[in-house]
């Protein structure tokens, strides 16, 4: 049985974090530093939308109006390299 991500888990999936604001005349939206997230919460933090939400705010206009997506990062490494490699014709 799963209780959702921790920090540690968004980190080791290299999952993104993207903040944005719903305020509408703020409209700010960030990536989270997830590095910054784990030192102020810890490793074993749950990272679930709702465990989060409640502990961010915009940097912007301090609204505690914000959402969260999550964006895995699928780009496998050493992708673009091989990609540069053919292109050379190497
Ligand atoms: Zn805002």
Redesign the pocket.
Known sequence: MTKGWTIQDLIDKRIKLHAF?H?SR?H?NQLLDMQKLKDKLGADAPAMADDLIPKLR?A??G?KHVGLTYSPDTRPTGDLRSAYERAKGG
Do not use: A
């Open positions: 604001c305020n703020c700010h915009c912007k206009c609204g």
